[in-house]
């Protein structure tokens, strides 16, 4: 898949798929929200314990089962859910195998969420997000106050955030070429480095539009906005996607 097509996709007939991964979680009725308009919700091991804390039924849960406890257990299998389970002893965390199952059930675009906490953990959502991004798969983190997107050349995306947002791009190997629009500091074909702080810290100016594209390289996009989509650019007129 080129980068683009995952997004080219959306529409009447894309899968949004929210997947609960076993990691932080706060305020409750966001997640509750996100998982009530998920087309498929999946749950990676203990995260499916947080689906049923917020009255909600996963339709699949995938992992070793190491860290799910029996009472959940017995409530998924009674509510008929399909548990997809993988040795404890193995090369992939819960989180990539949800991840790779609900691209083979269709998805057309991710949402991961209890995704931020653990260092080690966190770092690796980074590396699944790196990894869909170079794939062309829409993808990105969410909690209450942070949204996290993986941009790879050729790429961008469009911010919904409020004016005064703060926004933070930072390149993920190396060196990144990028363009900021609507942000306080803007940037032209602006190079990034991973070995310096130029993208941190930067915020959605008061009645602009905000724009990241990536020419080469890739970048992580972190938006203190929860509800952040990361919208692709409209199509150009006469052009279908």
């Not at 966001?30 to 203990?46: H, M, N, P, Q, S």
């Not at 969420?113 to 869909?132: E, K």
């Not at 203190?224 to 150009?236: D, N």
């Amino acid at each position: 898949m080129t980068p683009g097509a995952a997004e080219a996709t959306r529409g009447p007939s894309a899968v949004r798929a929210v997947l609960f991964l076993d990691g932080s979680y706060e305020e409750a009725a966001f997640y509750r929200t996100l998982g009530e308009a998920a087309g498929l919700l999946v749950a990676a091991d203990g995260g499916a314990r947080r689906v049923l804390e917020l009255g909600l039924t996963p339709d699949l849960v995938v992992g070793d089962f190491d860290s799910l406890d029996a009472g959940s257990l017995g409530i998924l299998a009674a509510a008929d859910v399909e548990l997809v389970r993988h040795p404890r002893r193995k090369d992939q965390t819960d989180g990539e195998l949800a991840v790779d199952e609900a691209l083979r059930r269709g998805a057309t675009e991710l949402v991961l969420v209890g995704a931020l906490g653990a260092l080690d953990h966190t770092l690796g959502h980074l590396a699944i997000l790196r990894r869909l991004a170079a794939r062309g798969v829409a993808a990105h983190l969410a909690s209450p106050g942070l949204a996290v997107r993986a941009l790879a050349a050729p790429g961008e995306a469009r911010l919904a955030a409020r004016p005064g947002t703060r926004v933070s791009v930072v390149p993920l190997d190396g060196e990144a070429v990028v363009t900021l629009e609507g942000l306080d500091y803007l940037l032209e074909h602006g190079v990034l480095s991973s070995h310096a702080c130029l993208g941190l810290g930067n915020a959605v100016a008061a009645g602009a539009l905000a724009r990241v594209q990536v020419h080469e390289g890739s970048v992580v996009v972190l938006v203190e906005y929860g509800a952040e989509t990361f919208a692709a650019p409209a199509p150009a007129a006469g052009i279908v996607a």
